[in-house]
């Protein structure tokens, strides 16, 4: 797996062996990227990984000049596989947190890009999102995008709504907005 675009292009980004970490598909992330191209003023962008595996999602957006990268996982294995994977590049505008979507405490910081990707067929990505609105973690106008399987059934929280889904392979994406902040 390979960073796409920005100051990393090329640079590997480790995954450990075996199916406890699932990292998104290039194609996806490419997508992904390719949606956020226009909508990001990437320099003054606060960037949250939301189970971020092994950290590419957030390297990408290192890569392309985001100002601060927020790493969070519930598993300390895939902090760190991000960990590694941002020494490597002599990265150090992050933080890794270790925290359970569904349970977070309070937000230090609130994030104007979050992308939510949690293992597949878990139901965590509405726990996450109300988690993160009622902890303070999403900043006003925040762009929000989950990854799921496509057999995921996907419903939005009270407070969200589901704006795009589109599939890429066995995987889908959605684009997600906060009605209210409360």
Known sequence: MRIIAGKYKGRKIECPPGDKIRPS????????????????????????????GTGAFGIEALSRGAKFVGFMDSSRESLDVTKHNLTKLN??????????????????????????????????????LKSLREKNWI???AI???????RDK?????????????R???????????LTQS
């Open 25 to 52: 598909s290039d194609m996806l992330r490419g997508a992904v990227f390719n949606i956020l191209q226009f909508n990001v003023d990437w320099e003054n962008a606060n960037v949250l990984d939301v189970c971020c």
């Open 139 to 141: 900043a006003p106008n």
């Open 168 to 178: 890429y392979g066995n995987s889908k994406l959605l684009k997600i907005e906060l």
């Open 154 to 166: 996907i419903a939005a929280p009270e407070g969200f709504e589901i704006k795009n889904e589109r």
């Open 91 to 128: 990265e150090d505008k992050f933080e890794l947190m270790l925290n359970a979507v569904e349970a977070l405490p309070l937000a230090r910081k609130q994030y104007d890009v979050i992308y939510v990707d949690p293992p597949y067929l878990t139901g965590l990505v509405p726990k996450a």
């Open 144 to 150: 929000i995008l989950a990854e799921a399987s496509e």
